[in-house]
């Protein structure tokens, strides 16, 4: 099962620490990292705008993909939420392990 980590702003820290515990608790997340203080800009509907948001890396498999993206867009306060996901090409072999046997249970 390759690793994967998705990258997903969030609207607050209440809104992150919520997908972030259920990620985990479900084991469709081995590790939700959450990250403050983030300032986006974007467009959204048609105009330039700037939002401070708090960011998640959630730690995951591929296999696990489609449980995550439900999760978020059933927490998620965005209309659109960002929902990006990226191979992970290396990393330590311990641990793509013990998150793919976090998530595989």
Same mark, same amino acid.
């Given at each position: #099962?390759?690793?994967? !980590?998705?990258?997903?702003?969030?609207?607050?820290?209440? &809104?992150?620490? +919520?997908?972030?515990?259920?990620?985990?608790?479900?084991?469709?997340? @081995?590790?939700? $990292?959450?990250?403050?203080? !983030?300032?986006?800009?974007?467009?959204? &509907?048609? /105009? !330039? &705008?700037?939002?401070?948001?708090? #960011? #998640? #890396? =959630?730690? +995951? $498999? *591929?296999?696990?993909?489609? *449980?995550? &993206?439900?999760?978020?867009?059933? %927490?998620?306060?965005? *209309?659109?939420?960002? =929902? =990006? @996901? %990226?191979? !992970? $090409?290396?990393?330590?072999? /311990?641990?793509?392990?013990?998150?793919?046997? +976090?998530?595989? /249970?």
């Amino acid at each position: #099962m390759p690793a994967i !980590v998705l990258f997903v702003n969030c609207a607050n820290a209440h &809104e992150a620490h +919520t997908i972030a515990r259920k990620l985990v608790e479900e084991r469709n997340a @081995a590790c939700c $990292t959450i990250v403050g203080g !983030v300032e986006s800009y974007y467009i959204w &509907e048609e /105009r !330039v &705008e700037r939002g401070e948001e708090v #960011m #998640m #890396m =959630i730690k +995951t $498999t *591929d296999e696990r993909f489609a *449980d995550v &993206e439900r999760c978020i867009e059933e %927490l998620h306060s965005y *209309d659109v939420p960002e =929902i =990006i @996901a %990226l191979p !992970v $090409t290396r990393g330590s072999q /311990r641990y793509l392990a013990w998150l793919e046997g +976090t998530v595989s /249970r």
